[in-house]
């Protein structure tokens, strides 16, 4: 092809000399017979050239705008009052994106948007796909700063038909089951913004059955927040546009078959790659060495540590296609612990070794030098054993221990803390007044303490934002909600001590009375502001009520929001909850004032403000398996109210204390020998018996060493004392710290435990 190409252009360069010769004469006789050949080898070359260009060109690129004002709508969202929830909007200046509470309020509505005449053939490959917005300035309240979190979809159909004037015409159409999600940062008037990569969506389309080039799409933008950009009635040379990257390549598919590593740290993965589609041959680009030019990499990985692994492949025609394939091993690698016991006296034979096998894959085999097979060895005398371990996979580990002739007749005491190392008072660290220095449990008790309300602070304002210094006791297991009551602007952020809260939910009725509860989980101690931001100042009046509990879930602290909003006199909601919870709600109510509350509610707040909210309140009322929340207002008027229960923190019924520093020698717990363990305690609540029902477990590791119970109680010094004795000698290893689990199974009694300190006596 190359020597034939050389010949056509040395054939053009005649040709073209021919043509420009000034004279008929010239060009006369056999000269037009040359033109011919020469004409007849041009369009050949030519032919050879086009076809050449349509072989390698594989990606192709259109764009789309709206066609025309009725192929960008905007659905009406529920608080919208221009043409009520559902209405189809065709003639919009702009597109809202998708709050829309200008006067008058479209509310959160739903964007639609249809391109036609789409060249894209059926299964195509799709390789890029976004749209454009070119943003105006947004219509107050509305903004382009604040938060916003869209989803894209498109109508799951062949071909999309126009929108029509039917409520819910957009938002009754079915939806591909591939979506975008989209939170846009601020924009700037007069910029293009592209959303995030709508391949996906096009892709579900084009492999439909019924696809054919030249149809129409359907996308539906949904979410909330507000973005502000131009319509096709706007500026229709600035509406909205469709960009499709597409490739009539075959498309390359890939396979990946793994290799494990069977022994933790080792590097024997393999990843063998499958490879079918695509056009001609194929280059390999591992991500395990970086990229190259040209790629080089081979096809297959082999001697590879654990990890992820990504690989591009390319083809002729430069399709490309990427797969990750991990490698995984055992957790940890294989390790032991060997703890070898003395024998007692010189020439004895009551030595022994305990095995204790950390990571590897179980199950695991010992081979002792000698031949024994038992993981653990007993009667032993004097000496150096050694044993390989071998787990499920193969791994092997080897231990050598040593066992020597045990000479150690002293005393051991033994002091274990909760957390703060050896900082703590050793006389009394449960004594009140509990100091800095002093590390004592939470509340040891079966049942729930129950939730306590420690603190409630409101406030109001008509400018943003709205203000409430509160203070938090140090109570445990905190939560701290807040209520706030307004007629229909944005709540942006609410914060206490400068610390975002998080939005537990909200409501409206009909733009005229707006309800939001935040939550912060063990808020800090001491007194901060709770700042209530909004998109523009609440010039009708806002209540803000700040109220912090105490006896809290910390995991999960609220069971689900519930909220209602109408306009009646008689504002209610019903919350799920249990019997132990406490139920807490906020009102908003607009125009009139709040006059009373439902049987059983606590007031916590009840405001009034010279705008137009007239009503702004928050009650708890003890939990049950549903709960009503009402309120009495003074007249009939739009209202909202939301309410969620809280559960209450479950019960602490053991502690755990550890010694430090750790053994630096093992030490030999005699048989027959008295073991004590001392705990001072603080009783909070019930009278602690001189004999209670509080068990001690002392261990190391995995290992009971002894479970002691029937202690007794000494309510003069606050000690509580267990003893007790093994019935056979036990070993602990160097560096294991011992460990004593103490248990609270006795009903209605409620206490703290400073420190353990344990006295164990060898013999």
Same mark, same amino acid.
């Given at each position: 092809?190359?020597?034939?190409?050389?010949?056509?252009?040395?054939?053009?360069?005649?040709?073209?000399?021919?043509?420009?010769?000034?004279?008929?004469?010239?060009? #006369?006789?056999? !000269?037009?017979?040359?033109?011919?050949?020469?004409?007849?080898?041009?369009?050949?070359?030519?032919?050879?050239?086009?076809?050449?260009?349509?072989?390698?060109?594989?990606?192709?690129?259109?764009?789309?705008?709206?066609?025309?004002?009725?192929?960008?709508?905007?659905?009406?969202?529920?608080?919208?009052?221009?043409?009520?929830?559902?209405?189809?909007?065709?003639?919009?200046?702009?597109?809202?994106?998708? #709050?829309? *509470?200008?006067?008058?309020?479209?509310?959160?509505?739903?964007?639609?948007?249809?391109?036609?005449?789409?060249?894209?053939?059926?299964?195509?490959?799709?390789?890029?796909?976004?749209?454009?917005?070119?943003?105006?300035?947004?219509?107050?309240?509305?903004?382009?700063?604040?938060?916003?979190?869209?989803?894209?979809?498109?109508?799951?159909?062949?071909?999309?038909?126009?929108?029509?004037?039917?409520?819910?015409?957009?938002?009754?159409?079915?939806?591909?089951?591939? %979506?975008?999600?989209? %939170?846009?940062?601020?924009?700037?008037?007069?910029?293009?913004?592209?959303?995030?990569?709508?391949?996906?969506?096009?892709?579900?389309?084009?492999?439909?059955?019924?696809?054919?080039?030249?149809?129409?799409?359907?996308?539906?933008?949904?979410?909330?927040?507000?973005?502000?950009?131009?319509?096709?009635?706007?500026?229709?040379?600035?509406?909205?546009?469709?960009?499709?990257?597409?490739?009539?390549?075959?498309?390359?598919?890939?396979?990946?078959?793994?290799?494990?590593?069977?022994?933790?740290?080792?590097?024997?993965?393999?990843?063998?790659?499958?490879?079918?589609?695509?056009?001609?041959?194929?280059?390999?680009?591992?991500?395990?060495?970086?990229?190259?030019?040209?790629?080089?990499?081979? &096809?297959?990985?082999?001697?590879?540590?654990?990890?992820?692994?990504?690989?591009?492949?390319?083809?002729?025609?430069?399709?490309?296609?990427?797969?990750?394939?991990?490698?995984?091993? +055992?957790?940890?690698?294989?390790?032991?612990?060997?703890?070898?016991?003395?024998?007692?006296?010189?020439?004895? %034979?009551?030595?022994?070794?305990?095995?204790?096998?950390?990571?590897?894959?179980?199950?695991? !085999?010992?081979?002792?030098?000698?031949?024994?097979?038992?993981?653990?060895?007993?009667?032993?005398?004097?000496?150096?054993?050694?044993?390989?371990?071998?787990?499920?996979?193969?791994?092997?580990?080897?231990?050598?221990?040593?066992?020597?002739?045990?000479?150690?007749?002293?005393?051991?005491?033994?002091?274990?803390?909760?957390?703060?190392?050896?900082?703590?008072?050793?006389?009394?660290?449960?004594?009140?007044?509990?100091?800095?220095?002093?590390?004592?449990?939470?509340?040891?008790?079966?049942?729930?303490?129950?939730?306590?309300?420690?603190?409630?602070?409101?406030?109001?304002?008509?400018?943003?934002?709205?203000?409430?210094?509160?203070?938090?006791?140090?109570?445990?297991?905190?939560?701290?909600?807040?209520?706030?009551?307004?007629?229909?602007?944005?709540?942006?952020?609410?914060?206490?001590?400068?610390?975002?809260?998080?939005?537990?939910?909200?409501?409206? %009725?009909?733009?005229?009375?707006?309800?939001?509860?935040?939550?912060?989980?063990?808020?800090?101690?001491?007194?901060?502001?709770?700042?209530?931001?909004?998109?523009?100042?609440?010039?009708?009046?806002?209540?803000?009520?700040?109220?912090?509990?105490?006896?809290?879930? &910390?995991?999960?602290?609220?069971?689900?929001?519930?909220?209602?909003?109408?306009?009646?006199?008689?504002?209610?909601?019903?919350? !799920?909850?249990?019997?132990?919870?406490?139920?807490?709600?906020?009102?908003?109510?607009?125009?009139?004032?709040?006059?009373?509350?439902?049987?059983? &509610?606590?007031?916590?707040?009840?405001?009034?403000?010279?705008?137009?909210?007239?009503?702004?309140?928050?009650?708890?009322? #003890?939990?049950?398996?549903?709960?009503?929340?009402?309120?009495?207002?003074?007249?009939?008027?739009?209202?909202?109210?939301?309410?969620?229960?809280?559960?209450?923190?479950?019960?602490?019924?053991?502690?755990? *204390?550890?010694?430090?520093?750790?053994?630096?020698?093992?030490?030999?717990?005699? #048989?027959?020998?008295?073991?004590?363990?001392?705990?001072?305690?603080?009783?909070?609540?019930?009278?602690?018996? !001189?004999?209670?029902?509080?068990?001690?477990?002392?261990?190391?590791?995995?290992?009971?060493?002894?479970?002691?119970?029937?202690?007794?109680?000494?309510?003069?010094?606050?000690?509580?004392?267990?003893?007790?004795?093994?019935?056979?000698?036990?070993?602990?290893?160097?560096?294991? +710290?011992?460990?004593?689990?103490?248990?609270?199974?006795? &009903?209605?009694?409620?206490?703290?435990?400073?420190?353990?300190?344990?006295?164990?006596?060898?013999?």
């Amino acid at each position: 092809m190359m020597t034939l190409r050389i010949n056509y252009k040395k054939r053009e360069k005649d040709f073209l000399r021919l043509l420009t010769q000034k004279t008929v004469r010239e060009t #006369a006789g056999n !000269s037009f017979k040359e033109i011919s050949e020469l004409l007849k080898s041009t369009i050949l070359l030519i032919l050879l050239v086009f076809s050449t260009n349509v072989l390698n060109s594989q990606t192709i690129t259109i764009t789309k705008s709206i066609a025309t004002g009725n192929d960008d709508v905007e659905e009406e969202g529920p608080e919208g009052v221009f043409g009520g929830q559902g209405y189809m909007y065709f003639i919009s200046s702009d597109i809202e994106l998708v #709050a829309d *509470f200008e006067p008058t309020s479209c509310g959160t509505q739903k964007i639609g948007l249809r391109f036609t005449g789409l060249t894209v053939p059926k299964n195509a490959t799709i390789i890029n796909a976004y749209l454009t917005f070119n943003a105006i300035p947004a219509d107050s309240p509305n903004t382009n700063t604040g938060t916003t979190n869209l989803t894209i979809k498109a109508q799951a159909t062949d071909n999309a038909t126009a929108f029509t004037s039917t409520y819910y015409n957009l938002s009754s159409r079915s939806t591909t089951t591939a %979506s975008t999600a989209w %939170s846009p940062g601020s924009w700037t008037s007069g910029v293009n913004y592209n959303s995030p990569s709508i391949t996906s969506i096009i892709q579900e389309i084009v492999n439909r059955s019924g696809w054919a080039s030249g149809n129409a799409m359907v996308f539906s933008i949904t979410g909330t927040g507000s973005r502000s950009a131009n319509s096709y009635n706007g500026n229709s040379t600035l509406a909205p546009k469709l960009t499709i990257v597409y490739s009539t390549s075959p498309p390359i598919n890939l396979s990946t078959s793994v290799t494990n590593i069977l022994c933790n740290g080792n590097s024997t993965g393999a990843i063998n790659l499958s490879v079918s589609g695509g056009t001609g041959s194929f280059t390999y680009d591992w991500s395990n060495d970086g990229p190259e030019t040209p790629d080089n990499d081979p &096809q297959n990985l082999s001697g590879m540590a654990a990890g992820s692994y990504v690989v591009t492949v390319t083809d002729a025609a430069g399709t490309t296609a990427t797969a990750t394939a991990t490698i995984t091993q +055992p957790t940890t690698q294989l390790t032991y612990v060997a703890m070898a016991t003395n024998v007692s006296s010189p020439g004895g %034979s009551n030595g022994a070794i305990d095995m204790e096998i950390k990571g590897g894959t179980p199950s695991y !085999s010992y081979l002792w030098n000698g031949g024994a097979t038992t993981q653990n060895r007993t009667n032993l005398t004097a000496g150096n054993y050694t044993v390989t371990i071998t787990d499920a996979n193969g791994c092997t580990a080897v231990s050598m221990s040593t066992v020597g002739t045990n000479s150690n007749t002293s005393i051991a005491n033994k002091q274990l803390y909760l957390s703060e190392g050896q900082l703590l008072d050793r006389i009394n660290p449960g004594a009140t007044p509990l100091d800095n220095s002093t590390s004592v449990t939470s509340p040891l008790s079966t049942a729930p303490s129950g939730i306590v309300v420690d603190a409630v602070t409101s406030g109001t304002g008509l400018t943003s934002p709205v203000t409430v210094s509160h203070t938090t006791s140090s109570n445990s297991n905190r939560l701290m909600l807040v209520g706030v009551s307004q007629k229909n602007r944005v709540v942006t952020s609410v914060t206490y001590g400068g610390v975002a809260m998080t939005l537990v939910g909200e409501n409206i %009725s009909n733009g005229n009375a707006k309800v939001h509860i935040y939550k912060m989980v063990n808020p800090p101690t001491g007194t901060a502001n709770v700042v209530v931001n909004f998109d523009a100042a609440p010039d009708k009046g806002a209540v803000v009520g700040v109220i912090t509990y105490s006896g809290v879930d &910390q995991t999960s602290p609220l069971g689900t929001f519930n909220s209602a909003s109408n306009t009646s006199s008689s504002p209610s909601i019903t919350v !799920s909850s249990t019997t132990g919870d406490l139920v807490f709600d906020v009102m908003t109510m607009r125009s009139k004032t709040l006059d009373g509350l439902g049987s059983g &509610q606590t007031q916590r707040w009840n405001l009034t403000t010279s705008g137009e909210i007239k009503g702004g309140g928050g009650s708890t009322k #003890a939990g049950a398996s549903s709960v009503t929340m009402s309120w009495t207002p003074s007249g009939s008027a739009d209202w909202a109210q939301a309410g969620v229960s809280i559960k209450p923190a479950a019960s602490v019924t053991n502690v755990t *204390f550890t010694e430090s520093p750790v053994l630096c020698s093992a030490l030999t717990v005699k #048989a027959n020998t008295t073991i004590t363990v001392q705990a001072y305690i603080n009783t909070i609540s019930g009278t602690m018996p !001189s004999n209670p029902n509080i068990t001690a477990l002392i261990k190391y590791g995995a290992t009971t060493i002894l479970s002691l119970t029937n202690p007794t109680y000494n309510s003069g010094t606050g000690m509580i004392t267990w003893t007790g004795t093994r019935g056979s000698d036990m070993t602990v290893p160097p560096d294991r +710290p011992l460990h004593c689990k103490s248990r609270q199974p006795s &009903q209605g009694l409620l206490f703290r435990s400073g420190m353990t300190v344990r006295h164990i006596h060898p013999k």
